[in-house]
């Protein structure tokens, strides 16, 4: 990984909520560095922190105090027209949900964030065309979310995120609401789109199949990471990671 530049990097992200006249503390000071052309899982129990994390991550959510960086721009202090623009190209978003527009076709739902980005319509069809071809829909430009499968929607959502060449793909669980054959289909998509492509994978998961195709595990407890290992410092058995049930 020495060839490989830093993509991500958080310095003391803190971030507290305020529910009426209490304050939840949902991270609790978290550093970390992520490279690119890395698949990086962000694992932790419910309610760890690790669903907040990724949205400072994706710019979703601003962090309380402390830095995000993306390409050494600290997206914490853009404006809202510029986070949005960084967002729209250099960060693609896969939902465990899908979040595709129920109306729109396939080839619609996937072109919008290209159109958002002011390329040519034309252009933009042949581009989404050929994306969902990639992903095993080039029969299926026309349909609607409605008359795909949940693993086919999630296909959509896979070509929807590479729509304008991403440096980072951020999945929030992505696996979550599939089968476990078309579980393992989807983590092998974004394997495959890592490595023609070089992007960056970045999933926030409870899904343990992901653990084979992660370069690092940033495991997330209380608001805090407890470690961060490389896949070849993971111990798995059956029913267990590292001895904890899982």
Request: proline share 3%.
């Amino acid at each position: 990984m020495s060839d490989r530049r830093e993509i991500v990097r958080t310095q003391d992200v803190r971030k507290t909520y305020v529910m009426g006249s209490e304050k939840v503390h949902a991270l609790g000071g978290v550093s970390l560095t992520i490279l690119s052309g890395e698949y990086i899982s962000i694992m932790g129990p419910s309610g760890s922190g690790k669903s907040t994390l990724f949205n400072m991550i994706g710019g979703l959510d601003k962090p309380s105090t402390g830095e995000v960086y993306i390409d050494e721009v600290d997206i914490a202090q853009l404006e809202t027209h510029e986070l949005a623009w960084l967002r729209c190209r250099k960060i693609g978003y896969i939902f465990q949900t899908f979040n595709l527009i129920p109306v729109m076709t396939a080839l619609e739902n996937v072109t919008l964030p290209m159109v958002f980005a002011g390329l040519d319509a034309d252009e933009a069809r042949d581009k989404g065309a050929e994306l969902l071809c990639k992903v095993g829909l080039g029969e299926r430009l026309n349909h609607r979310p409605p008359q795909m499968s949940g693993g086919q929607q999630q296909r959509v959502a896979i070509a929807r995120s590479l729509a304008n060449d991403p440096a980072i793909i951020l999945a929030d669980e992505p696996t979550g609401n599939l089968d476990l054959r078309t579980g393992r289909e989807i983590i092998a998509l974004l394997v495959q789109m890592k490595e023609e492509r070089g992007v960056t994978i970045i999933t926030a998961t409870h899904d343990m199949k992901m653990l084979d195709v992660s370069d690092r595990v940033i495991w997330i407890t209380d608001g805090k990471v407890s470690r961060i290992q490389s896949r070849d410092q993971l111990v798995i058995r059956v029913g267990t990671i590292d001895g904890e049930e899982t």
